[in-house]
């Protein structure tokens, strides 16, 4: 990231971790989970457990301690006037190229492979969104087949 952001001339640019999950409809986001804890901490479980995810990631990656973050959704779908969860990623990078972010580093925690969806939300339309604002632009992978992720998901299945 700081290459390309020295390339554009923008190399003391402020770095932006933008984590990406998928959105839901705020009436599910607001259903989900257990009654007793609805609404704790933050406005909603789905939120709340995507953050957790977010945060985990944060405390695991020395390279990302201090930088700046937050946490969007994408791959709205259904009928204009139901509310879902927001901001949509393309609106939160207007926002943050207005803020004077230099570059993101887009984060899908909410998928576990790059399939059709991530690709074209995020290797597409977010791409996109960065080049017309002049913001650098890099993704992390999904999980996918990782030996790390399969050898998770094999113990998780044996201890059950």
Known sequence: MRAQLAEAGKEDGAIKIVFVTHSIPMSDA?????????GEGYENLYTRQHQAVANGILSQVEEAQGLEHSLVYQSRSGAPHVPWLEPDINDALEEDAAAGIAGVVV????????HMEVMWDLDTEAKDTCAELGLAFDRVATPGTHPGFISGLVDLVEER
Request: aromatic residues 6%; without cysteine; negative net charge.
């Open 30 to 38: 607001e259903a989900a989970g257990p009654e007793g804890i609805r």
């Open 107 to 114: 984060v899908p925690i909410g998928f576990i492979s790059d």
